[in-house]
């Protein structure tokens, strides 16, 4: 309907999407476990627009996002779990709930005060739910880098934490000789095992710079597709590509790029 509120025409619009008899024949096999990529996937894009600082992209990417919640929702409410209502319902009622300072008689708090209570509020949820281990309710779902600084961070809550960044720095001193011992078997299993734990080290040591180990990563993936671009572009000037090259061409040229500080 025309005048109809664009929550309720986005609402209408999945519903006719799904629809079993008109609806689109690829929306109407998706389920859950299939459209799970897809909602990661728009809220990467969500924050590639916010990086970018392009209000219309970030306008757009916030649609794609909002109508992958619309369409789990749809999805949900053919079930007979919940609708979109209850999703919205849900949040805003768990809002207020941990916002006492601001929907309740609380006294006001500063950021620090905040996030100390959001996170005792969060607590006693995951006790609610019998969730009682520091660790519970970290989502396994994520992304490996930004799973382990979360883990590392509740336990760090705990107690279970290095004192300062030089102590994890010898940590990883000791992991990186642990790897080293391993490669003369070259066992995948164990390299695995050992390399995994040498990243695992390096988070910790992101958290204690009070850094994300995902952007930090993100950081030098930007940096290397720029370096190692300005090599390809400087390769085919002089008529050649990457692999028509020697590693201490590239590697010259790499050093250029960096003093070029790309």
């Known amino acids: 309907m025309p005048n109809e509120p664009p929550i309720q025409g986005l609402i209408n619009v999945m519903a006719a999407l799904r629809d079993p008899e008109t609806g689109c024949p690829w929306d109407k096999e998706q389920d859950f476990a299939s459209i799970a990529p897809y909602t990661i996937e728009e809220a990467y894009e969500v924050r590639a ?3 970018a600082g392009n209000p219309a992209m970030l306008k757009d990417e916030l649609g794609d996002l909002l109508f992958q919640v619309v369409y789990h929702a749809r999805m949900a409410e053919e079930r007979g779990w919940f609708n979109f209502e209850d999703v919205a319902a849900t949040i805003k009622d768990k809002m ?3 916002h006492p300072h601001v929907f309740g008689q609380e ?3 500063s950021a620090v005060a ?3 209570a959001w996170e ?3 607590a006693a949820e995951r006790a609610g739910l019998a969730q009682h281990g520091a660790l519970d309710g970290v989502a396994e779902a994520l992304p490996a880098l930004k799973r382990a600084q979360k883990l590392t961070s509740r336990a760090a809550r705990v107690k279970f934490d290095w004192p300062n960044a030089e102590a994890v720095l ?3 001193d000791e992991e990186v000789a642990e ?3 391993e490669l003369e078997g070259a066992k995948p299993d164990r390299l695995a095992d050992e390399l995994g734990d040498l990243l695992f080290v390096l988070v910790n040591l992101a958290r204690k710079l009070g850094l994300e180990a995902e ?3 993100e950081g030098a993936n930007k940096k290397f597709t720029r370096r190692f671009g300005w090599v390809e572009a400087k390769l085919a000037a002089r008529g050649r590509a990457p692999r028509d090259s020697t590693l201490e061409e590239m590697e010259a040229l790499w050093i250029e790029a960096k003093k070029e500080g790309l």
Do not use: D, F, M, V
């Open 49 to 51: 627009a916010i990086a």
């Open 96 to 98: 207020i709930r941990r």
């Open 107 to 109: 006294a006001a708090r």
């Open 114 to 116: 905040q996030t100390a």
């Open 120 to 122: 005792a509020q969060k």
């Open 170 to 172: 010898e940590k990883l």
């Open 179 to 181: 790897l080293k011992a």
């Open 215 to 217: 952007a930090c990563l």
